[in-house]
């Protein structure tokens, strides 16, 4: 697997950003805007499930939200492999990195949860009515539970080896 790695710091984009003065700080800028778009859409749709806002239709908010949730994912995908590659060998030893990936899979696997069992039964709830699904309940609770952890593991990858 080492190979791979030192295979990809050897990229152009790597060099690039390994060696421009800009490319480095623009690229955790964009990634730091793409968490928020991507968290913040999720949370506003998290604490909707939670109860918060129920006059607000859960299907309606959803169209709104989860284009922002695509375009904030793809943000960060693209800088975070950018980020990734110009020091790739030394990221993927990261104990906080690799922790940092496995949440975001188990981010992503509860998000395909919820979208494939969870939501319908959310959407048909009546606002009117106190009763919230427990697992859209616990599909929002986990999700956010899972990206705070997502935030931190990626702020402790400075402080980690």
């Given at each position: 697997?080492?190979?791979?790695?030192?295979?990809?710091?050897g990229?152009?984009?790597?060099?690039?950003?390994?060696?421009?003065?800009?490319?480095?700080?623009?690229?955790?800028?964009?990634?730091?805007?793409?968490?928020?778009?991507?968290f913040?859409?999720?949370?506003?749709?998290?604490?909707?499930?939670?109860?918060?806002?129920?006059?607000?239709?859960?299907?309606?908010?959803?169209?709104?939200?989860?284009?922002?949730?695509?375009?904030?994912?793809?943000?960060?995908?693209?800088?975070?492999?950018?980020?990734?590659?110009?020091?790739?060998?030394?990221?993927?030893?990261?104990?906080?990195?690799?922790?940092?990936?496995?949440?975001?899979?188990?981010?992503?696997?509860?998000?395909?949860?919820?979208?494939?069992?969870a939501?319908?039964?959310?959407?048909?709830?009546d606002?009117?009515?106190?009763?919230?699904?427990?697992?859209?309940?616990?599909?929002?609770?986990?999700?956010?539970?899972?990206?705070?952890?997502?935030?931190?593991?990626?702020?402790?990858?400075?402080?980690?080896?």
């Open positions: 697997m080492e190979n791979v790695w030192h295979t990809l710091e990229t152009q984009a790597a060099i690039w950003v390994k060696t421009s003065t800009w490319a480095y700080p623009l690229l955790e800028t964009a990634h730091v805007i793409g968490l928020g778009l991507l913040g859409s999720i949370f506003v749709l998290d604490l909707r499930l939670m109860g918060v806002g129920r006059p607000l239709p859960l299907n309606l908010l959803a169209r709104h939200m989860l284009p922002w949730v695509w375009t904030g994912f793809i943000v960060n995908a693209v800088s975070g492999a950018l980020l990734f590659m110009s020091d790739a060998a030394e990221f993927a030893a990261n104990t906080a990195f690799r922790v940092k990936i496995v949440l975001i899979l188990l981010a992503g696997l509860n998000a395909a949860y919820f979208h494939a069992r939501y319908r039964y959310a959407v048909e709830v606002p009117a009515r106190h009763d919230i699904p427990r697992a859209s309940l616990l599909a929002a609770l986990v999700s956010i539970a899972l990206w705070v952890s997502v935030i931190t593991a990626g702020r402790m990858i400075a402080y980690v080896e």
